[in-house]
């Protein structure tokens, strides 16, 4: 017997058409399970105001699902074939605008495929150290200054430069974007980032002569 041979009657002997009834429910437990951190991960990660259920009911059931469609492939060789084929013709439509959305998706598939693969340990492992990752990551974000807008409407150029020289002195990173004179008031628009600092900044920025208005505005996309 060569080692063509050898590999051959090995893929024959896993893909056999049985599977143990532990082995499926260890699969479904751990793909499950997976779902169940990487939805606790996401909720405790991302700082939205309101979050979709069904995108969180997805992230639940796409670990069981992928890990179904695993065993299943793993069963049977004609199956497997078949599959490959049914699903390469699948198309969603669906549109992910946050790119964080779309990396907890393929977390919650790549669980549900080492699951269904039988590799428990490495999905346990590599559940572990992702939602580790991601908590680091975000108490990092947390201490790192955030993008905003500040949008200074006032009657005298002057202030403007009273308005950066708070700035500086609170020790905030800013830019001009633009500045429009339409005749009757000057507005300028300055991209800076905060931290904690702004409330109060603009609160004296608003208190300088010559100033109308003074607006603040969140400009992240990650919600």
């Excluded at 105001?49 to 069904?54: E, F, I, L, N, Y």
């Excluded at 990396?103 to 340990?121: D, K, N, Q």
């Excluded at 300055?190 to 003074?214: C, F, H, W």
């Amino acid at each position: 017997m060569n080692f063509l041979d050898m590999i051959k009657n090995s893929v024959l002997e896993r893909l056999d058409g049985s599977l143990s009834p532990l082995h499926i429910i260890l699969g479904l437990v751990f793909s499950l399970a997976a779902g169940i951190f990487i939805l606790f991960i996401y909720k405790k990660t991302m700082r939205k105001v309101a979050v979709g259920r069904s995108f969180m009911l997805s992230l639940l059931l796409i670990s069981a699902i992928t890990a179904i469609m695993v065993l299943t492939i793993t069963s049977n060789l004609a199956l497997s074939l078949g599959m490959v084929g049914a699903l390469s013709i699948v198309r969603f439509r669906t549109a992910v605008k946050d790119p964080a959305d779309t990396a907890f998706l393929f977390w919650a598939v790549a669980a549900g495929i080492t699951s269904g693969a039988g590799f428990y340990l490495l999905t346990a492992i590599g559940c572990a150290v992702a939602g580790l990752v991601c908590l680091l990551s975000v108490k990092y974000m947390e201490k790192t200054d955030k993008p905003f807008l500040l949008i200074v409407r006032c009657q005298q150029v002057d202030a403007l430069d009273q308005a950066e020289e708070l700035l500086g002195k609170a020790q905030i990173p800013y830019c001009l974007s633009s500045c429009v004179d339409t005749g009757k008031y000057t507005e300028a628009i300055y991209e800076m980032g905060v931290r904690n600092q702004g409330r109060d900044t603009v609160a004296s920025i608003k208190q300088l002569p010559g100033v109308l208005t003074v607006s603040m505005v969140d400009c992240r996309k990650d919600g």
